[in-house]
């Protein structure tokens, strides 16, 4: 059981928009702890794609765009690509574990 | 540009010691602030950060696992390692090290490829 809460699969068409839920709890993103979000191709590593909420790693193209408020995040990716399927993780603080907590993760289908 | 490598048994008996390496090239794992981790995905996709190490030698554990867990690192060869006592089949995972960037917020910028551990008699 992860301790962020994200839906277990989204989908779009191409050149649509998703979104992805990240929930948490007052002591973790609700406490006010950044929110980041990674990308994992099938048979990769996680690559850092959201930083400190709303921050792209030089690379990353604008679509993809993160925001946050009270105890959730959102990760959304406009212009959908084929080569956007993938699995997708948030990542914050947790100040009663005193490390880092992850989401369960969340399938990105393009239709 | 850093670049992280595992290695370590593919294969470990139950009770035993799960023990990794990492070897960082292209920086050094004794400058930049940075905390030096160890994060496992299991087979059902679902990721635990295990710990990491500040390079002052500062140590930080996930409390569930902190009894069997030690993380260090060898400054002269660039290595991190990963310890893990009286594993069980709970234990199988996919193993990555990771640069982390900050404590309290923080990011991991980089990673290895990840190596497959099974825990299995």
């Known amino acids: 059981q992860s301790v962020l809460t994200q839906p277990p699969s989204v989908s779009g068409a191409p050149g649509q928009r998703v979104t992805i839920s990240c929930t948490g709890s007052?002591?973790?993103?609700?406490?006010?702890?950044?929110v980041h979000w990674y990308q994992q191709l099938p048979g990769t590593a996680p690559k850092l794609l959201i930083y400190?909420?709303?921050n792209r790693p030089s690379g990353v193209p604008d679509r993809f765009s993160g925001s946050k408020s009270a105890t959730s995040a959102s990760l959304a990716i406009s212009g959908l690509q084929a080569e956007d399927e993938a699995d997708y993780y948030c990542?914050?603080?947790?100040?009663?574990?005193?490390?880092?907590?992850f989401g369960g993760g969340t399938k990105l289908t393009v239709l | 540009q850093v670049q992280l490598q595992e290695s370590g048994p593919g294969l470990v008996k139950p009770s035993q010691t799960l023990s990794l390496t990492c070897t960082v090239t292209g920086g050094s794992i004794s400058s930049g602030g940075y905390y030096w981790s160890w994060i496992r995905q299991y087979p059902g996709k679902g990721l635990e950060w295990i710990g990491y190490i500040h390079y002052s030698g500062s140590t930080y554990y996930n409390p569930s696992l902190k009894s069997r867990v030690t993380i260090s690192v060898d400054t002269s060869k660039n290595q991190l390692s990963l310890k893990l006592t009286s594993v069980t089949a709970a234990d199988t995972a996919v193993y990555y090290c990771?640069?982390?960037?900050?404590?309290?917020?923080?990011?991991?910028?980089?990673w290895g490829q990840g190596t497959l551990v099974t825990v299995s008699s």
């Open positions: 007052s002591s973790n993103i609700g406490a006010g702890y950044d």
């Open positions: 990542q914050s603080y947790d100040s009663s574990l005193s490390g880092s907590v």
């Open positions: 400190g909420n709303s």
């Open positions: 990771a640069r982390g960037v900050g404590h309290v917020d923080a990011t991991y910028n980089y």
